[in-house]
């Protein structure tokens, strides 16, 4: 069963812009994490955000998590072109086990 | 180099014919698990192993099986592929026993193809 939902589905933006994508999820978690793909690779882990915190920072991205609202946001600063990728949160909860639950993802074109 | 690898890279079967897909870690990481990823569905986990003889099901665990006799070590096993399992793999390890608190390294990935 799906449990992240992201959105937009796709997104195209001037590099310089920022990127923002979204994800709605499901069911209570213990975090929620961002992964980035390009094209048919390995997915690398950009951000970790635990259940009990709002907001992270790492270099130009920005994470914040609404539990209350089962929500959460990506936000990618002064986008560049190699950050043209498909982008995927994943929930992390111990319910029925310990498991990570992916979206289907944001694909980011970032034109130069 | 700190590494997960998955090995093929690439493979074109039959239906019903056995195969096995191999995922190694370097890292002495305790989490393991295996994901597909078809067009539209994100990532879905098939199976996960917090340790050594381990294992459990994840969201779509039908017509796959793991074994863990190794840390290091996670092979999934299709014992009758079907055209429906045809689909990019993926393998990951995490750190921690609780995944969910941990980030995952991926593997390249190997995508399959039964026909």
């Known amino acids: 069963s799906q449990q992240g939902e992201e959105d937009p589905q796709a997104l195209s933006i001037q590099e310089g812009e920022n990127a923002t994508m979204n994800c709605s999820y499901k069911t209570s978690i213990n975090n929620l994490q961002w992964y980035r793909q390009n094209s048919g690779r390995g997915l690398v882990h950009l951000i970790l955000i635990r259940s009990n915190e709002r907001e992270k920072h790492s270099g130009r991205l920005r994470v914040t998590l609404d539990t209350s609202k089962k929500s959460s946001s990506l936000l990618i600063t002064a986008s560049r072109a190699a950050d043209t990728a498909s982008y995927f949160c994943?929930?992390?909860?111990?319910?029925?086990?310990?498991?990570?639950?992916f979206g289907a993802g944001t694909r980011l074109f970032v034109k130069a | 180099e700190a590494q997960v690898t998955q090995n093929p890279r690439y493979l074109i079967t039959v239906t019903g014919k056995k195969l096995t897909v191999t995922c190694s870690q370097n890292m002495n990481h305790e989490y393991m698990s295996w994901y597909r990823q078809d067009p539209g569905l994100g990532l879905r986990q098939i199976y996960y192993s917090m340790n050594v003889e381990v294992t459990d099901k994840g969201d779509v665990p039908e017509g796959y099986k793991v074994s863990r006799k190794e840390k290091r070590n996670f092979p999934l096993i299709l014992e009758s592929p079907s055209p429906n399992q045809t689909s990019l793999y993926f393998c990951?390890?995490?750190?921690?026993?609780?995944?969910?608190?941990?980030?995952?390294?991926f593997g390249p990935g190997t995508r399959l193809t039964v026909l």
């Open positions: 990951a390890s995490s750190p921690g026993v609780a995944a969910s608190y941990n980030e995952q390294f």
């Open positions: 994943a929930t992390g909860s111990y319910t029925g086990g310990f498991k990570t639950i």
